[in-house]
């Protein structure tokens, strides 16, 4: 069991991001690529990356990112809201000391000699893996991003309505079904017996698409704490899209125009004044299709002060991208049982 002390200073440096990590998003994709669990929400992505991403790009990627055990805790160094290739930056730039000391905790594997050339001084080795890190990224996250990240900010507005509740106790027990906070202590039962002592530090947690079943942390204690949890959307309505504009193109004979276009407007949350704005419409226009939307299930609205904020539903969301139902038979057609790691901490 994990056991993660708090202290009053660290509750109060806790906090809960809104948009997915890129570099966690990639590494814990590549866990799910490597195994047949969760075919919902991943078969038909999977399905898609096997088919399309050479072995020579993700074979050097899967050494440094098996799906059971360690994986580097470098190659998802804390960046803030970095974008990816700002993220990929900082991750190149990690001191080779400390490089060396995280692939000499990767287990014995076919791929020694890439691990090895990781390892040296000369920085060919470390540019390749950032080129093939962002040829990944371009097939395997980038064309999905909008999917991945309305699923994850849709969690994080769930899961901040929870803290309103419920408080900072009622949050944190939330990242995991077998979480309990007890007299300032988070226990994960997921996890082998450790002490994260957070030392005024605080907790950074991560919502993630690809974070399958149970949280991952960094093994090393001494780096910025974050805890990385899995969202509770990632129900198989991740698809590639061109955008917006393209969705609401298939939803017009559907909803008609101007209903497509809210619908559209609400998977980030947005007021009744911003979608009058962006759809070039009245304010009473605006909240009369919020509505008609709200009561088919498509959006969810709440007050805060004196606006109203929408967001799509899950309903709503399935509606917008149009596939899901493919999505959901296609991944129905890998259902293997290989678990990916529950942590880097539990090997």
């Known amino acids: 069991m994990l056991r993660i002390h708090f202290d009053p200073e660290d509750l109060a440096q806790t906090t809960l991001l809104a948009e997915p990590a890129p570099l966690w998003e990639a590494l814990l994709s ?19 990356q096997r088919r399309w991403l050479s072995r020579e790009i993700v074979g050097p990627l899967a050494v440094l990112a098996p799906p059971v055990g360690y994986s580097p805790d470098f190659l998802t160094p804390s960046v803030g809201s970095a974008s ?22 990767l287990a014995p594997r076919s791929g020694a000699g890439w691990v090895r050339q990781l390892a040296q001084p000369r920085a060919e080795a470390m540019h390749q893996l950032g080129q093939s890190l962002r040829i990944y990224h371009r097939s395997a996250l980038e064309p999905y991003w909008p999917s991945i990240r309305a699923a994850v900010h849709a969690d994080y507005l769930q899961r901040r309505d929870q803290l309103a509740a419920g408080g900072v106790g009622a949050l944190l027990e939330g990242v995991h079904p077998r979480a309990r906070w007890r007299d300032g202590v988070l226990e994960i039962a997921a996890f082998q017996d450790e002490e994260l002592w957070l030392n005024g530090r605080g907790l950074q947690l991560q919502p993630s698409y690809f974070c399958w079943r149970q949280p991952i942390k960094l093994l090393d204690p001494d780096l910025p704490p974050v805890l990385v949890f899995p969202i509770r959307g990632a129900t198989g309505l991740l ?7 393209d969705s609401v193109a298939s939803l017009v004979a559907l909803l008609g125009r101007t209903r497509a276009m809210v619908l559209a407007q609400t998977v980030t949350e947005v007021t009744t004044t ?10 009473a226009t605006a909240s009369h299709q919020t509505r008609v939307l709200r009561e088919a299930g498509l959006i969810l609205s709440r007050r805060r002060g004196k606006s109203v904020l929408h967001t799509i539903s899950t309903l709503g969301y399935a509606v917008l991208e149009g596939d899901h139902l493919w999505s959901r038979n296609a991944g129905g057609l890998d259902d293997g049982s290989s678990s990916p790691g529950a942590g880097r901490s539990l090997d």
């Open 30 to 48: 590549l866990h799910m690529l490597q195994v047949g669990d969760g075919p919902v929400p991943f078969g038909a992505w999977r399905t898609r």
């Open 84 to 105: 990816f290739d700002e993220a990929v930056g900082v991750m190149l730039s990690t001191p080779r000391r400390r490089v060396r000391t995280d692939l000499a905790r």
């Open 239 to 245: 698809r590639a899209t061109q955008g917006p504009a």
């Open 274 to 283: 911003k979608i009058a704005v962006a759809c070039d419409i009245s304010l």
